[in-house]
């Protein structure tokens, strides 16, 4: 041994421990062989008590995010409102079908918004599930850029269609939008065409209040990095959460274009919604986004 170098040492170790190692092993299993029926249920009972306790602990790291792409949100907000958007159209006084913009469906009966400037010059139609409807207005001549109206089915004479169940969107919250956010619109001649980009500008008024003097800021308009056509009067400005904010409202010339605040058509279901209720008819469930001071996510309006 003396004269073995430190290497050699080192090995004879290795090769002496694995040799009692096998050693070890085949004696117990000679053993386990021999043992009687009693002495083998004790130990696979401690066997298997040892395993249960000896279970895997899985060690989440602090920091580690799921990422979420602007692109992901952008494919659900137009998939939860794409439902919701109608394009109208509109006889001319030649006899001609012309587009007549945008509308978005707010309640499940059939409740929608457009813009003022869409209504009024005859009757509005549109074409859901196979079924075509007329646009009968509720508010419109009232001091708003924009109008309320109700999907009313275009049936032949002494045919009745089955009711529908419309798709709404949900309205969202107007005052909680920043310059530089994300802005989703869906309109065009087919309702259907997708164009997104930013917003702009928030054009704001301060109210300050007589008693309190507490100074409110009220958004009176949305500017939009996207410029429309006529066709795309009216759609919905939708928010990557998927909610409506706004709604697009094109001058007549189309030489400039402006987003309608979302508390604007809000305004206008609250009228509803009190002239409902004090004509004492039923009423509509509106969706609407849940505010941060915990209101009601629903507004109710009804004709």
């Not at 080192?10 to 117990?28: H, Q, W, Y």
């Not at 009190?274 to 469930?285: E, I, K, M, V």
């Amino acid at each position: 041994m003396e004269h073995l170098t430190k290497a050699q040492i080192v090995l004879l170790t290795l090769f002496v421990s694995f040799v009692s190692s096998m050693a070890t092993g085949i004696v117990v299993v000679t053993l386990m062989q021999q043992a009687p029926e009693p002495v083998l249920q004790s130990i696979t009972r401690v066997v298997e008590k040892t395993i249960e306790k000896v279970v895997p602990t899985i060690v989440e790291r602090p920091g580690k995010q799921i990422i979420i792409k602007d692109e992901d949100l952008m494919v659900s907000a137009i998939d939860r409102n794409i439902k919701s958007v109608l394009a109208f159209k509109m006889l001319g006084e030649d006899g001609e079908s012309r587009s007549a913009g945008v509308g978005t469906i707010v309640s499940s009966d059939g409740l929608v918004i457009t813009d003022k400037n869409n209504a009024g010059g005859g009757v509005m139609t549109t074409t859901v599930g196979g079924v075509r409807y007329a646009l009968e207005l509720i508010f419109h001549d009232v001091d708003s850029p924009l109008s309320l109206g109700k999907l009313v089915p275009v049936a032949p004479a002494g045919t009745s269609t089955p009711p529908v169940v419309f798709t709404p969107a949900v309205l969202g919250n107007s005052n909680s939008l920043k310059v530089g956010q994300t802005a989703v619109v869906i309109g065009g001649r087919d309702g259907k065409t997708i164009i997104n980009g930013l917003i702009t500008n928030l054009d704001e008024r301060t109210v300050v209040a007589k008693d309190t003097k507490i100074e409110t800021k009220i958004l009176e308009g949305i500017g939009l990095s996207q410029r429309f056509v006529s066709s795309s009067n009216g759609a919905p400005i939708i928010s990557l959460e998927g909610v409506v904010v706004g709604f697009v409202s094109i001058d007549q010339n189309g030489e400039s274009q402006i987003g309608i605040p979302v508390a604007v058509a809000k305004d206008l279901l609250k009228q509803l919604s009190d002239t409902a209720a004090t004509a004492g008819t039923s009423t509509t469930t509106v969706k609407t986004e849940p505010t941060k001071n915990n209101l009601s996510a629903e507004a109710q309006s009804s004709l």
